[in-house]
């Protein structure tokens, strides 16, 4: 008998998104079962829209509870008409969290990742109003760096304030879900999926997508964000097969188009230890 541990390229891709897909409808449910007021935060990029997609499979169709766009008034504009079409053909509990301007954000922080900031502030007034105890995201492990350390059930403060060194160990699907008072927890059910994943995913289940995502006169977007703070990377790829045939070659990382990333070493880093997504 063979023992591979390497990828055997015979399986079926289809199999590890099967794997992937019960595991995150297993979070998204034990989520709900054990914590009283969730939301979800949708940022309308490719990861949340399968989250949410995810979110329709494990309740039945119907998302049992509010969806929330952290709102800059700088998204592009067909981000804006993609959230507005599918709020209503899914019928989705949408609230809009208008972000406090730039002014009010850290100006030690550099100009960029001041502007990201406005998020983290948004996310925190949201919590204050509407004292949420369980808020999902669309994060992934691979996507950066500080990224690779997070839990799947991650205690913040209400300041959101998040201690890398204070995380919950998790072993074989057993997550801790109780939290102390004056906690809130971040979940995060597409840790374990890669970009590749997401796209393969949303081309099996025909998720819809912002067609941002599509190349248009050699340029592409391969992650969404503020328009003052996002540029799209040189591509030809204009149709879903095409994106997963140039993920499987290109070297260009997935957030290459966020100015911010590329600003100073520790700018990420010290916007999520305050409560960035």
């Known amino acids: 008998m063979r023992h591979t541990h390497h990828h055997d390229w015979n399986r079926p891709m289809s199999a590890d998104l099967d794997q992937l897909e019960n595991q995150s409808i297993y979070i998204l449910r034990e989520a709900y079962n054990r914590i009283d007021k969730l939301a979800m935060l949708w940022s309308i990029g490719k990861d949340s829209n399968a989250l949410l997609w995810l979110c329709r499979k494990a309740f039945f169709g119907r998302i049992p509870f509010p969806v929330v766009q952290l709102d800059t008034a700088m998204e592009l504009p067909e981000v804006y008409e993609f959230r507005d079409r599918i709020t209503k053909e899914w019928d989705l509990d949408l609230k809009v969290e208008q972000c406090p301007p730039e002014e009010e954000m850290d100006q030690t922080l550099p100009p960029l990742t001041r502007a990201a900031a406005r998020k983290t502030e948004g996310l925190k007034n949201l919590l204050r109003d509407h004292a949420y105890q369980g ?20 205690p913040r403060s209400l300041e959101g304030d998040w201690d890398v060194k204070d995380q919950p160990a998790e072993f074989w699907d057993h997550y801790k879900t109780r939290f102390p008072e004056g906690v809130h927890v971040r979940i995060h059910p597409l840790l374990a999926w890669t970009e590749l994943d997401i796209w393969r995913y949303s081309q099996r289940e025909g998720i819809p997508i912002v067609p941002l995502y599509f190349a248009r006169d050699g340029k592409r977007y391969r992650s969404l964000g503020e328009k003052n703070i996002t540029f799209p990377v040189d591509s030809t790829a204009s149709t879903i097969d095409e994106i997963i045939a140039e993920l499987q070659v290109t070297r260009i990382p997935e957030r290459a188009g966020r100015a911010m990333d590329n600003e100073s070493e520790d700018s990420f880093e010290r916007l999520r230890s305050v409560g960035y997504m």
């Open 135 to 154: 808020v999902m995201v669309g994060i992934r492990r691979d996507e950066q760096a500080t990224r690779a350390k997070e839990r799947v059930f991650s």
